[in-house]
């Protein structure tokens, strides 16, 4: 069966350190790889999007994710981090059916001062 | 601004009842769908439509119906609902294509059924 993995649950770091969230998915010939955050109280946003050319893909807050298909990973990372990016992330994979989203278990951000 | 409305928040319902969860969306998109968040599980996908009056099965649909009679709302129904179904729901829609477009969100109805 298709399946996104978060390896990590919750992940606190201290405001200004670098972070790294991972995840993998399961093999397939054609996949699009989604990041998507979820604010306290709010529904989920989209962070940025792998769907094909350049394997590292960024977005406008300093986050980046890179596509890697040997490995099946799509891991995300910011050098330093803000208070405001304490959230939750999900990764999230399409599997070209019609948009239909597979996502992880989700990793929660705290970010300390 | 592109918007996806959940008609409630929060929700508190007794065991047995009929729920209904409404979803709005005004960016005229053909998919839409209702997913399921619970800690630790992420969200998992209860329903999808790709068209009105069509409708598809998730990976967990038990328990759970949709209505699709109009293109911009996609109703999510509790046939009888039980504490098992407390959770938090997310409605979403996107674009028609094949996977590569991005899944607009609500915010999100927090239930809990007592």
């Known amino acids: 069966a298709q399946s996104v993995t978060q390896l990590d649950s919750q992940v606190p770091v201290f405001e200004e350190a670098p972070v790294e969230l991972r995840c993998n998915y399961s093999s397939s010939v054609s996949v699009y790889l989604f990041w998507y955050v979820q604010y306290p109280n709010q529904g989920l946003q989209l962070l940025l999007k792998?769907?094909?050319?350049?394997?590292l893909v960024e977005s406008i807050n300093g986050f980046e994710a890179e596509f890697n298909k040997s490995q099946t990973s799509f891991h995300l990372r910011k050098p330093s981090v803000h208070i405001s990016d304490t959230a939750e992330y999900f990764c999230a994979v399409s599997y070209n059916q019609g948009g239909k989203l597979i996502f992880g278990q989700g990793t929660e951000l705290s970010v300390k001062p | 601004d592109v918007k996806v409305t959940q008609s409630s928040r929060y929700l508190v319902k007794r065991t047995g009842e009929k729920v209904f969860l409404e979803c709005v969306q005004d960016?005229?998109?053909?998919?839409m769908f209702w997913y399921r968040q619970d800690p630790g599980l992420g969200l998992r996908l209860i329903y999808f439509?790709?068209?009105?009056?069509?409708?598809e099965k998730g990976d967990i649909p038990e328990g759970y119906s949709v209505s699709r009679e109009k293109k911009e709302r996609f109703s999510l129904i509790l046939e009888s609902a039980s504490t098992n179904q407390t959770s938090m729901y997310l409605c979403?829609?996107?674009?028609?294509?094949?996977?590569?477009?991005?899944?607009?969100f609500g915010q999100g109805t927090r239930l809990t059924v007592v």
């Open positions: 439509s790709y068209d009105v009056k069509m409708k």
């Open positions: 960016m005229d998109h053909e998919n």
């Open positions: 979403a829609s996107s674009p028609p294509g094949q996977g590569s477009s991005e899944a607009f």
């Open positions: 792998y769907l094909s050319g350049s394997t």
